[in-house]
């Protein structure tokens, strides 16, 4: 064992690892959570996520505080990330043309810069900066890893260790904000990151990485733990089935019909895959936050359910901080390896 890892060994009573779940806006959540978490002084230490949990992980990798989430979400203004091209400006085809051409409503470039600004504020830029121990094997070595889904190959990517299929030989070198922007494509929502490999030539279209994992917390399991992992986990209350859903909504026809049912398709797909997981396995390691009924992409949310949202955050990491430990510290069948 090295002396770094023997010293993390000795001084680890509040390390951690972190998995934040995806969910578009309703991300504000894991910040509440997060916040309650570095009160009680948990030191996380490696940090991973998809789509919203994705831009959570990487900017408390760079290091912004809770408090300063707290400012960011405070005075964000989600309508500015759907930036529109020129064919969504066309009268009644607009959205439609979008999609058709760009396979997205919204660009993403403005979140893009949005990202790109807040990291780089820390000076953080690829993920070499966000490395966290030199010696450690790859699921370790960084302080954030985001998931990302490849449909051109049709394969979950965890980035930024699986750069290399994408023609980036040092997966240092992948920049964190691209990175982020590649996990929070939702579909149909907003544009895939369209990726040219330089080795093969092919160009990836890479969208939500919520599509495979929107809950990674597998991605630390291993056999022999040196710190617990908890996962932020977003979560409703009972609600009907789509199909029911889609009958109560006021009807529309046409393209913009199709819109609402492929939009409805992605939701069921993206909570899908992990709830099996979660089924099968204990959920002691889960700090449950309740959505309060806010949506995956309800972008024109008011400051008022934003605070509400960071809130919910707050009151489940506490009622999770406030049950017994030893009972929840860990899952019973698969933990992590030391580094």
């Not at 408390?60 to 979400?73: C, K, N, S």
């Not at 699921?139 to 049709?154: G, H, L, M, N």
């Not at 579909?187 to 495979?212: C, S, W, Y």
């Not at 291993?222 to 992992?229: F, G, K, Y």
Request: glycine share 10%; proline share 4%; net charge negative.
């Amino acid at each position: 064992m090295s002396e770094r890892v023997a010293g993390e060994s000795e001084n680890r009573e509040k390390y951690v690892d972190l998995v934040f779940e995806g969910g578009g806006v309703k991300g504000i959540a894991l910040v509440g959570a997060f916040s309650v978490l570095e009160e009680r002084g948990y030191q996380p230490q490696n940090m991973a996520g998809a789509s919203a949990g994705a831009i959570v992980a990487a900017l408390v990798a760079a290091g912004y505080t809770a408090t300063e989430l707290r400012r960011i979400i405070g005075k964000l203004d989600y309508d500015h990330f759907k930036d529109e091209g020129w064919e969504d400006r066309i009268p009644l085809a607009g959205r439609s043309l979008s999609i058709l051409k760009d396979l997205g409503v919204y660009e993403g470039e403005a979140f893009l810069a949005w990202m790109r600004e807040l990291l780089e504020a820390k000076g953080i830029r690829t993920f070499g900066d966000l490395v966290r121990r030199e010696d450690a094997e790859p699921k370790y070595r960084y302080k954030a890893q985001v998931i990302a889904s490849d449909a051109t190959e049709r394969r979950l990517l965890v980035l930024p260790r699986d750069a290399p299929r994408l023609g980036i030989g040092d997966p240092d070198d992948l920049n964190v904000a691209l990175a982020v922007r590649m996990s929070m494509s939702i579909p149909i929502f907003f544009e895939p990151v369209k990726f040219a490999n330089a080795q093969t030539g092919r160009e990836h279209l890479i969208v939500d990485g919520g599509m495979l994992s929107n809950f990674p917390v597998w991605l630390f399991d291993a056999e022999e733990p040196l710190w617990p992992t908890f996962g932020l986990k977003l979560v409703e209350k009972p609600r009907a089935p789509i199909g029911d859903q889609l009958r109560q909504e006021s009807p529309r026809s046409g393209v913009l019909s199709i819109i609402d049912y492929l939009r409805s398709l992605v939701d069921t797909m993206m909570a899908a895959h992990d709830r099996l997981y979660i089924e099968e396995h204990d959920f002691d390691r889960t700090i449950a936050i309740d959505t309060l009924g806010v949506g995956t992409t309800e972008f024109d949310l008011s400051e008022e359910r934003a605070m509400g949202l960071f809130e919910s955050g707050r009151t489940a990491a506490e009622k999770f901080l406030g049950e017994d430990r030893n009972r929840r510290s860990a899952p019973k069948q698969t933990t992590r390896q030391t580094g």
